[in-house]
């Protein structure tokens, strides 16, 4: 079955420090990755994507994911955050076949501390 | 250029009703998809639109219905209003061809509670 696998439900981070959120996937076809961030009571925001190509993608707001497909991962990093970054992020996948249909994780809650 | 815009942002019923809501995509895009977004079950995939056409569709019963306009504006229905279709409801709008099929633009949602 196709899904998508953030084991962190809750993560709290120093404001300064570096960050890491896990994603994993189980999907049948060639996948298409994506990162958004969502802060209460908002839409979602594209933080950035895979397609094909370089597996270390850059995607706005200082993020970065690397995409490894032996572990089926696309691991979203941020070397310092900050404040403004405390807020809910989803991995998604899709792929050419399943059009626009993305299947989202669960996603992970940042809070950030002084 | 202007953001996917949603109306309204939020709205409250009462079981046995239907609702519409509505989506405005980005400028130049044609397609629109609509998620439903709950704490239980997270975001789901309900239906895309393209070209006026319903091009994919999730796992969700027939109460659940869309169309989409000549300008690519969208609605989508809900009749028979249940309790559990409390939800945020989410629009995504994306260029419909190409790679950029793939790379959606969410609007900030319709917030609907069924009483």
């Known amino acids: 079955a196709q899904s998508v696998t953030q084991p962190d439900i809750h993560i709290t981070v120093s404001e300064g420090a570096s960050l890491e959120l896990r994603c994993n996937y189980s999907?049948?076809?060639?996948?298409?990755l994506f990162w958004y961030v969502q802060s209460p009571g908002q839409g979602l925001q594209l933080l950035l994507k895979y397609f094909s190509g370089d597996t270390l993608v850059q995607g706005i707001k200082g993020f970065e994911a690397e995409f490894k497909r032996s572990q089926s991962s696309f691991n979203l990093r941020k070397p310092s955050v900050h404040w403004s970054d405390a807020a809910e992020y989803f991995c998604?996948?899709?792929?050419?076949?399943?059009?626009?249909?993305?299947?989202f994780g669960k996603g992970t809650t940042l809070s950030v501390s002084s | 250029k202007a953001g996917v815009t949603q109306t309204p942002r939020y709205l409250i019923k009462t079981r046995g009703q239907q609702v519409t809501l509505s989506c405005s995509p980005i400028?130049?895009?044609?397609?629109v998809s609509w998620y439903q977004q709950t704490p239980g079950q997270g975001l789901q995939f309900l239906f895309e639109?393209?070209?006026?056409?319903?091009?994919n569709k999730g796992n969700f019963p027939g109460r659940f219905s869309g169309r989409q306009f000549s300008n690519s504006r969208s609605e989508m229905n809900v009749s028979t209003l249940e309790l559990g279709d409390s939800a945020l409801y989410l629009c995504?709008?994306?260029?419909?061809?190409?790679?950029?099929?793939?790379?959606?633009?969410f609007g900030p949602g319709t917030r609907l509670t069924v009483t």
């Open positions: 995504a709008s994306s260029l419909g061809s190409g790679d950029g099929s793939y790379e959606q633009y």
């Open positions: 999907y049948g076809a060639t996948p298409y």
């Open positions: 998604a996948v899709g792929a050419r076949q399943a059009g626009t249909a993305l299947i």
């Open positions: 400028s130049g895009h044609r397609s």
């Open positions: 639109y393209f070209s006026e056409t319903q091009r």
